[in-house]
Nanobody, 113 residues
Framework: QVHLVESGGGLVQPGGSLRLSCVVS????????IGWYRQAPEKQREYVAE???????IYADFVKGRFTISRDNAKNTAYLQMNSLKPEDTAVYYC???????RGQGTQVTVSS
């Protein structure tokens, strides 16, 4: 059974930063690509970023230059560093294994003054 557990969400002021973590178990982490997506109330799910097993990264245009995805294979953990946060970044953020249905339970990010 594969498990993904996100953490690191919270309330932050506009312009602030958060780092989300995604701990993966039940699979060989280093062989899997990891992605992040988000979903805000009454909005469509949005792709945010992904990192391949080899460390290649792709970002949605609206986060380029603000968010950084990374991974630590020794810790079975992927990260999403989010800087210069905006109110429109408010959403539940989910990590998932690429090319699979496995995802975490999500972590709430709220950007508000």
């Amino acid at each position: 059974q594969v498990h993904l557990v996100e953490s690191g969400g919270g309330l932050v002021q506009p312009g602030g930063s958060l780092r989300l973590s995604c701990v993966v178990s039940g699979t060989i982490f280093r062989l899997n690509g990891i992605g992040w997506y988000r979903q805000a109330p009454e909005k469509q799910r949005e792709y945010v970023a992904e990192i391949s097993s080899g460390g290649s990264t792709i970002y949605a245009d609206f986060v380029k230059g603000r968010f950084t995805i990374s991974r630590d294979n020794a810790k079975n953990t992927a990260y999403l560093q989010m800087n210069s946060l905006k109110p429109e970044d408010t959403a539940v953020y989910y990590c998932h294994l690429l090319d699979s249905h496995w995802r975490g339970q999500g972590t709430q990010v709220t950007v508000s003054s």
